[in-house]
């Protein structure tokens, strides 16, 4: 598999013409080397020639790792006194041919600190953005990869269902989102989630990517939960809004219409269609009831590996859907300092149409 | 206290020459602005000027969080549409006067998708390294700071000692690791922990950055166990190490070793002592016993808001300790193939020396 993927790898890296691909420890890593390292303080570089066997650059203590991998990359390692890394990045950058080169890096991931000592290493060489590259090689998902998802969906839900009824008047938001937590293992997921969850409630509900404070859940609070499980290195996110009783009838109402919003979103998924085609279904939902300007972001984002990748689901985004892509659909509308809702589903894009892997009841339910 | 961070952070960016500082998400980012952002594909800088009101750029339906800042930084917000982007980057670099000048940013932390759109709105300006100015601000905690890494402390030792009774072999190291996160919630934890818990068992703990695999516990594994809490943003980061019986009596001989050495680190700080002489005072415990050569990293790492920043406790590092620094002394041995000895603790420097922060027992415990 691993000799799949750096195939292709290799083949969209001619295609663009980039004469390597320098990767720091993250997804893309772990997808074309099967590595996983922490990104930290000490540099780990993965490289990934046009053609021919990989390159990995690491501390000498952590050999052992870079030996177990399959794809036998060549090692170049260093010692523990960060002086030493240069002449091992310089003997690394020579061999390999950098200089003077044009250099893919991931520039979401890839730091100022890797940068300087590559550009260092390699005089003259270009560091180009590679986004384009990996993204061909990573948006459309095979059916492994579709299943770890499946997965992951699974154990974020069945991790809400437990979660609920502990919910009760009282409990902060932070208490709330570690019980979802703890469920959230319990369920399955690696302990490594693809993001913290997230409980809003009353005003806090209002702000999209609000962090669990120590408000207290009370009578008459929109709930809004954003949470994801991982499993298998692949991730869900997903949100619904919950109530506590009595619920303002305007924040009901908009309730209804998210909720219609994020049908007509997953209803507009097929290959073929553009992402902002998607976005403008959920979107005219929200608009023709009277909201637009309470829907501040996008409709939603690529998830696989990571919490947010491409493709992304906005307005201005005419590329088209092909099967394989898996993504959220989350229109949300959010009225400051009252309360907001989200509803948020993760969609695979089949041959066909669209298959919904969430089915968490999705309907405004109260709790306690 | 926000204002006494950013009175001293102006003034280290002036001792520095530097007439800006720029902040991407992360702990820098909360511990001088007091805001707390996802690092994402949709960029957020906070800019330090080296006097007067800082400024922040952040997408507009993120306005809201940006106004609550205590510090009112003058905000520059972009729309959904990434191209919107350069624009609002642009008139914040002009308005805040960065072209052709010297700016500061944080290697280890700004990405090159950060850089490249500073780059542009910028022409002409230096971006050099600000890590000195930033650890000179960060590096010496306060009593409150420590006061939460106490904090931290104690939930990562009551979840061990919650999580030893459920070891068992047949288990697997993801399980125990699972577990493991589970009683770091269950203890008070945030959920966002400073790393996913590390289980390593038999041959696996011979690896210093294990990751946890499904490798079964079982008879005669040494179990290296590297863990921590995160409490008011505050992080902890300790490693027992635990054994199934029978233990390899070369194995128990080393985690003597291991905690002897340990112990001659800890002993080694106090205020003016290099962070050279605390690492030479546990290696030479490891090398006199003859397993010099398998202790393949540093002493120690600080660990504050993350769980790995300055000071370094390296040989190579002249550094000297000052009141407040705080930092983990995690001698290992790693005998290649047959197992590994880590004992972690985490110490503050004091006016008079050394308070050890950790007290969970360190004598190697059978388990099971």
Known sequence: MLERRLSRMQEALQRASLDALVLNPGPTMAYASGLSFHLMERPVIFVVPPEG?????????ERTKGEASPLKPTLFTYAEDPAARAATFEAAASQLGLPG?????EPLRMRVFELRLLEAAA???QFLSAEEVITAVRVAKDEAEVNSMRHAVCAAEAALQATIPLLNPGMTEREAASELTVQLLRAGSDSELP?????????????PHAVPTDRRLQAGDMLVIDWGATV??????????????PVDPEL????????????????????????????RAARQVIEAAG????????????????AHEPPYIRGDNAETLVPGMTFTVEPGIYLPG?????????????????????????ELRGVA
Chains 1, 2 share one sequence.
């Open 53 to 61: 066997r990989p390159a990995l650059i690491l501390p000498e203590f």
């Open 291 to 306: 909201y637009g300007e309470f829907f501040t972001h996008r409709t939603g984002h690529g998830i696989g590996m990571e």
């Open 232 to 245: 298998e290195g692949y991730i869900s996110d997903l949100t619904r809004t919950l109530a506590f009783e």
């Open 338 to 362: 009252r309360g907001g809702v989200r509803i948020e589903d993760n969609v695979v894009v089949t041959p066909q149409g669209c298959e919904c892997l969430s089915s968490a009841p999705r």
């Open 123 to 125: 005089p003259g060489t």
């Open 101 to 105: 080169r044009r250099v893919g890096v």
């Open 252 to 279: 009901a109402r908009v309730h209804a219409i998210g909720l219609e919003a994020t049908r007509a979103g997953r209803a507009a998924v097929r290959p073929g269609v553009a992402c902002a085609e998607v976005d």
């Open 195 to 207: 993001f913290p969850p997230i409980v809003a409630s009353g005003p806090n509900s209002a702000l």
